[in-house]
T-cell receptor, first 108, second 115 residues
Framework: GQNIDQPTEMTATEGAIVQINCTYQTSGFNGLFWYQQHAGEAPTFLSYNVLDGLEEKGRFSSFLSRSKGYSYLLLKELQMKDSASYLCAVEGNTPLVFGKGTRLSVIA | DSGVTQTPKHLITATGQRVTLRCSPRSGDLSVYWYQQSLDQGLQFLIQYYNGEERAKGNILERFSAQQFPDLHSELNLSSLELGDSALYFC??????????????FGPGTRLTVL
């Protein structure tokens, strides 16, 4: 079967750093994606990892460990506009399988 | 703006009815994907088309069907609607057909309410 787990909700303070974890068990693996989704809006692509290690993109970084079936999204210098859901998605033998998302609230 | 368009934005209908949702992919993208998002289930993959042909099927009900036309736009048909079909329906597009790490770009979605 296919299973992707993420925490349901997280809260962090403006200006801080937050790490959102994702663990997965899927049939096949062709890469892991992170998407950001504001309430009622479309998911937008943030990052893609296929090899182990850290990919950095401005304030956002994503890490992958294939042997552990684990990824995290790191958000630095948090801003109020970062309040959103963050979706972990794995591409395996089927198109993307999404986790249920982590709702991040950034507070002043 | 992702470049993917979806119409209509909102749709309110009654149980038992049939509706059609429309999607136009980004210019140059050949793959179209349909997803259903409800509060308790998250984003669920329904079906993928590439250049007019069905390529992958997810948890799509038999009451639902889709097609992709020669101009690459796609339509999702939902029939014999039930209250539980109320959800956000997203279309996404990408350039590739295979699962090769190419990002999908999502349209703004159609919010379907079944009364």
């Amino acid at each position: 079967g296919q299973n992707i787990d993420q925490p349901t909700e997280m809260t962090a303070t403006e200006g801080a750093i937050v790490q959102i974890n994702c663990t997965y068990q899927t049939s096949g693996f062709n890469g892991l994606f992170w998407y950001q989704q504001h309430a009622g809006e479309a998911p937008t692509f943030l990052s893609y990892n296929v090899l182990d290690g850290l990919e950095e993109k401005g304030r956002f970084s994503s890490f992958l460990s294939r042997s552990k079936g684990y990824s995290y999204l790191l958000l630095k210098e948090l801003q109020m506009k970062d309040s959103a859901s963050y979706l972990c998605a794995v591409e395996g033998n089927t198109p993307l399988v999404f986790g249920k998302g982590t709702r991040l609230s950034v507070i002043a | 703006d992702s470049g993917v368009t979806q119409t209509p934005k909102h749709l309110i209908t009654a149980t038992g009815q049939r509706v059609t949702l429309r999607c136009s992919p980004r210019s140059g993208d050949l793959s179209v994907y349909w997803y259903q998002q409800s509060l308790d289930q998250g984003l669920q993959f329904l079906i993928q088309y590439y250049n007019g042909e069905e390529r992958a099927k997810g948890n799509i009900l038999e009451r639902f069907s889709a097609q992709q036309f020669p101009d690459l736009h796609s339509e999702l048909n939902l029939s014999s609607l039930e209250l539980g079909d109320s959800a956000l329906y997203f279309c996404a597009s990408s350039h590739n057909v295979l699962h090769q790490g190419v990002a999908q770009y999502f349209g703004p979605g159609t919010r379907l309410t079944v009364l």
